[in-house]
Every structure is written in structure tokens, then in C-alpha cells.
């Protein structure tokens, strides 16, 4: 295929901002790295949304009072130690000291309660349900943390990265409304890179924190996010040396196996294990026929998701039973024991259940008509959208696309509820409290509240085993809990799950110690060097 001619703006970058690759043998060396980021974030406040995009970008601005490493252990970040109280109703945090804000002030911690306490358990689409059982934050002294705890809720400790929970300074983010920030789009926080300007439509440029807390880290000089619509054009870059990361979809799938033959690439699917993402076909169960499950059902059997994973995704992922990821298996919380949709005879059983429950094939063929909004994210989900209209027309379902911007997408998916179907996919993150529940509880289902329960399907039994699941320290009975929520949600089938989605991050091999962390492109790259 031939490939569009590179924009001069890419070769002029390297100019402009000096990429210095060059370092002596051994050495960590700096320079630039241009990170491909598809599609250009909405905004840059991680603590009103969690769309991929601006997290990958904040991620290296903020610090948060944890990382995590590649066993998803946590580890010493703004706190330097934490400790949990016997009856599990208390977390305490020290933070190290010296650490400073982008503009120089200090870090303390009337900081930290007011980033968990005014923004996160307020704004961020996941904190007021991680946060749910934090009653009162107190702060003895600037350097010490106390969470005080309604329940105990042993997920929480996996929930301070600065991608979930990023630490806010208040004295630039505590003065009007957070909702509507001046510093939303020119974000300030502690983490090892700064940043300096966003050109719309072009790029995003972070430089080196000098001042950082970790001795002689950050490594690179700058991280300049940069944005290509075409898929051909990003992929042409990589190729060149004109671009040295992409992740989470930015590179096409079908891209990613001939650029692992490049010798100066290497593509890896590590770095998500802290994510799991989970593809889906969300349904407005608000409308008619979409409230009635007998609907919802025969969708689900019409949908070959093996066909999706290796036409759409080129073999990236496997089948998805729910909402929940079968990477939780090994801890016991997973169970493939629910309705299966993926059959042999799927548009068999879908029209035989579509007619028993009088939706009958119109002279056209028809039975009714949906629109399908696709996720603005990439080709993928666009083909997903035609796929979508091919599979249900099979059982009499006439399916027309619509396609807007992101930010269109997310006010019509989740502030005006003004759909029929659509695509999207929910990370699981660390534990199903923190990543699942959002799908499916009803407490979720908020106005503007993005990236939660968008269906607007409600239940009161899900709610009622997802509370208990929450509290429940016995790692057999939580197992149970969640084991019988998911049977009922697969019976319901509030949403098409289609696939665990693998993504292919592509990384030039000038980079090193770049995935890290099991939030792969969601960390904060101060350990990325040159060699």
C-alpha cells in the first residue's frame, strides 16, 4: 500500500525542539521522545474525565501517592511508606518531603485531602466509588495522610497512581470551579515533566522537571505528544524515526506485525496488566426495544466475536464473557460459569427469540431500526460500526452509523443519553470495584458522568452483590459474590461484551525501560532514557 507523504511538520519538529539521541555508550541518556496519542485528548483535566488520551498525557505531569510494579504490588511515590490499621478502618500516608509543584510551592499534605476529598470523590468518573467508604481525610501535620474508613476496602490501596488518583496543588485548582478550571487545559502538578504548550491539532509539549524529587530522573529532556489523524501517516512515522511510541490503538492493528519486522521496533502487548480493557457494544437500555433483554439477547447471539478479534483486531484479544476480564482468574474473582452468546447457530437462536417475542420482519425485512454511533477512536471501531449493521441485519435489524468528534461522542453517549448503540471499551484497572462495577451498578448512572454506567440498566440485585463484594475481606466469598452478579448480568446482557482487547504498543529501540509499570503508556515515564 503506498503510503501518504509525510507532513513537513514532523521533520521540522526534529528541528525545532533538537532531538538528541546521541549518548555516550551506557549512559541514560535524555532527548526527545514524540509519544503518537489517537484521538487528541478532549482536555487535560484527568480529574473531571478518564478518557484514555488525557490520561496519557497527565500521567507525566502528576505524581501520585503510589506506583505499582509489574506484580501489581504498590510502591513508595509522593508517600514514601502507608500503613493500615488492624480493624482495616484507617490508611495512613507519609509523605516524603521536598517535594515541590511546577511552580515551586510545596507539596503538602492539605493537598492530598483536598485532590481525594473535593476533586476525586467529586469529579473523577471512578472516585466517588472507590472513595465511597472514606468518611474523613485528616491531616495531623503537612506530611501525614489519615483516611478514615465507614467500611473496610481492601481495593483502595490500588487505586493512587497518578493516572486514577492524581494529586492536585490546591492553591491553583482549589480557587473556582474545577469543573470549568482555566488550568484544565495547562495543567500543573509535581510529576517529572512539565507542561509547556498544546498547539490543537498539532501536539502537546512536556519538558523535563528539573526540580523533580527523584535524584537525576526524569531521564528525557521532553515529551511531545503529537497527533495524525491518518492511521497510514502515524504508522509511516514510526517507520521513520519521526515518531518513537505509540500505544493503545494509536498504531492500527493491522500495522502492528510488520513494524515488529523492523529492526529499530520492537511491539509488545505488556504494560496492561494493570488495565485490562474490555470492548463492548453499550446499549441504551433507557429506549425501547433496547429495555426489553429478549432484544438485548438475540444482539448478543447475532455478534460473532471471534470474527471481530481476528478481522477488526488481527488476532489482538480473546472473546469476552462480561464485564469482567479473565485476568482476575488467578485471584479467584473470574468465573466463564455465565450465559454464553458465542455459538455456532447465534442468528438462528437470535430470530427465533426476536419473533417468539413479537418483533416481526416487516415487508422490508425489517423489524425495527437502530443508530449505531461509532467510537471515535480509530478505524477499528469504525469497521466495528460496519460490522455491526451487517451481523444484526441478519436477524431483521436495519442499523445505520453516525460519526462525530470525541467530545460530541461522549456528551451524547453519557450527559444526553442520545443513542441506540455504540462502541467503546472500559479498562478493569486493578480490581473490579475500582473498573467494573461502573458498567453495571446503578449508582453509576450519573448525567455527564463519563465512561460509568452508560446503558442506564439497573438491578438491584447486581447492586446488592457488588456492595457486599466491596466490603468483603474472605476471598471465597467475594469469589461468590461476584460469580453470581455476573450470571445475572450475562442473563440481562445490559451490554455486549465483545472482547479482552491486547493492545500492540510499538516502541522504538533508541528507548529503553519504557514499560515499567502494569500501567504501560498510563505511567510516568521517569524512567524512559536513551542509550
Known amino acids: 500500500m503506498k503510503r501518504p507523504k509525510l507532513t513537513g511538520f514532523l521533520f521540522g519538529l526534529v528541528a525545532v525542539i533538537g532531538l538528541a539521541l546521541a549518548q555516550p555508550a551506557g549512559a541514560k541518556g535524555g532527548g526527545t521522545m514524540v509519544m503518537l496519542v489517537q484521538p487528541e485528548p478532549p482536555s487535560l483535566a484527568s480529574y473531571l474525565s478518564t478518557s484514555g488520551p488525557i490520561g496519557m498525557v497527565t500521567s507525566k505531569v502528576f505524581d501520585g501517592l503510589l506506583e505499582y510494579d509489574l506484580d501489581l504490588q504498590p510502591q513508595p511515590g509522593l508517600a514514601e511508606s502507608w500503613t493500615l490499621s488492624d480493624d482495616g478502618l484507617t490508611l495512613t500516608f507519609k509523605l516524603r518531603q521536598g517535594v515541590v509543584f511546577h511552580d515551586g510551592k510545596p507539596l503538602t499534605a492539605e493537598d492530598v485531602r483536598f485532590s481525594i476529598e473535593d476533586a476525586a470523590k467529586v469529579t473523577h468518573p471512578?472516585?466517588?466509588?472507590?472513595?465511597?467508604?472514606?468518611?474523613?481525610?485528616?491531616?495531623?501535620?503537612?506530611?501525614?495522610?489519615?483516611?478514615?474508613?465507614?467500611k473496610p476496602a481492601p481495593y483502595m490501596i490500588m487505586a493512587f497512581s497518578s493516572y486514577e488518583t492524581p494529586i492536585l496543588p490546591k492553591h491553583i485548582y482549589g480557587t473556582g470551579d474545577l469543573r470549568a478550571h482555566p488550568n484544565a487545559n495547562k495543567p500543573i502538578g509535581s510529576g517529572p515533566f512539565k507542561f509547556v504548550e498544546w498547539r490543537k491539532g498539532t501536539l502537546i509539549r512536556l519538558d523535563k522537571n528539573e526540580n523533580y524529587w527523584k535524584e537525576g530522573?526524569?531521564?528525557?529532556?521532553?515529551?511531545?505528544?503529537?497527533?495524525?489523524?491518518?492511521?497510514?501517516?502515524?504508522?509511516?512515522?514510526?517507520?521513520?524515526?519521526?515518531?518513537?511510541?505509540?500505544?493503545?490503538?494509536?498504531?492500527?492493528?493491522n500495522d502492528a506485525k510488520k513494524l515488529a519486522a523492523n529492526a529499530d521496533l520492537m511491539v509488545t502487548t505488556k504494560g496492561h496488566e494493570m488495565i485490562s480493557p474490555v470492548a463492548e457494544i453499550l446499549l441504551n437500555t433507557r429506549r425501547a426495544p433496547l429495555n426489553d433483554a429478549n432484544v438485548r439477547r438475540a444482539i448478543a447471539y447475532a455478534i460473532d466475536r471471534q470474527f471481530l478479534i481476528d478481522n477488526i483486531w488481527f488476532g489482538y484479544g480473546k472473546p469476552a464473557t462480561g464485564p469482567m476480564?479473565?485476568?482476575?482468574?488467578?485471584?479467584?474473582?473470574?468465573?466463564?460459569?455465565?450465559?454464553?452468546?458465542?455459538?455456532?447457530?447465534g442468528v438462528e437462536i437470535a430470530n427465533k427469540i426476536l419473533d417468539e417475542a413479537g418483533y416481526k420482519k416487516g415487508a422490508d425485512g425489517f423489524r425495527f431500526e437502530l443508530m449505531h454511533d461509532s467510537l471515535p477512536y480509530g478505524q477499528e471501531w469504525t469497521r466495528l460500526g460496519?460490522?455491526?449493521?451487517?451481523?444484526?441485519?441478519?436477524?431483521?435489524?436495519?442499523?445505520?452509523?453516525?460519526?462525530?468528534?470525541?467530545?460530541?461522542?461522549?456528551?451524547?453517549?453519557?450527559?444526553?443519553?442520545?443513542?441506540?448503540?455504540?462502541?467503546?471499551?472500559?479498562?478493569?484497572?486493578?480490581?473490579?470495584?475500582?473498573?467494573?462495577?461502573?458498567?453495571?451498578?446503578?449508582?453509576?448512572?450519573?448525567?455527564?458522568?463519563?465512561?460509568?454506567?452508560?446503558s442506564g440498566w439497573s438491578d438491584p440485585r447486581v447492586d446488592d452483590l457488588l456492595a457486599k463484594a466491596t466490603v468483603e475481606a474472605d476471598p471465597k466469598k467475594r469469589s461468590g459474590f461476584y460469580a453470581e452478579a455476573l450470571k445475572i448480568v450475562a442473563e440481562e446482557q445490559p451490554i455486549v461484551w465483545t472482547h479482552e482487547m491486547n493492545f500492540p504498543t510499538v516502541i522504538n529501540n533508541k528507548f529503553k525501560d519504557v514499560i515499567v509499570s502494569p500501567l504501560g503508556v498510563y505511567s510516568n515515564f521517569d524512567r524512559v532514557h536513551t542509550e
Do not use: C
Open 386 to 454: 460496519e460490522y455491526i449493521a451487517q451481523a444484526l441485519g441478519k436477524i431483521g435489524i436495519k442499523v445505520t452509523i453516525r460519526q462525530e468528534d470525541v467530545a460530541r461522542w461522549l456528551k451524547r453517549t453519557y450527559t444526553d443519553n442520545d443513542f441506540d448503540t455504540t462502541g467503546n471499551y472500559l479498562y478493569n484497572l486493578s480490581d473490579p470495584v475500582v473498573g467494573v462495577h461502573r458498567a453495571v451498578v446503578s449508582e453509576a448512572i450519573v448525567k455527564g458522568r463519563v465512561f460509568s454506567n452508560g
Open 126 to 150: 471512578r472516585g466517588p466509588n472507590t472513595f465511597k467508604s472514606v468518611t474523613a481525610i485528616e491531616t495531623p501535620d503537612d506530611h501525614t495522610v489519615v483516611l478514615k474508613l465507614e
Open 217 to 253: 530522573q526524569p531521564y528525557l529532556d521532553r515529551i511531545v505528544a503529537r497527533f495524525i489523524p491518518d492511521a497510514s501517516t502515524r504508522t509511516a512515522a514510526l517507520e521513520k524515526g519521526e515518531a518513537h511510541f505509540a500505544a493503545m490503538g494509536a498504531v492500527p492493528f
Open 325 to 345: 476480564s479473565s485476568n482476575f482468574e488467578p485471584g479467584g474473582l473470574y468465573t466463564s460459569d455465565v450465559k454464553t452468546y458465542q455459538v455456532e447457530n
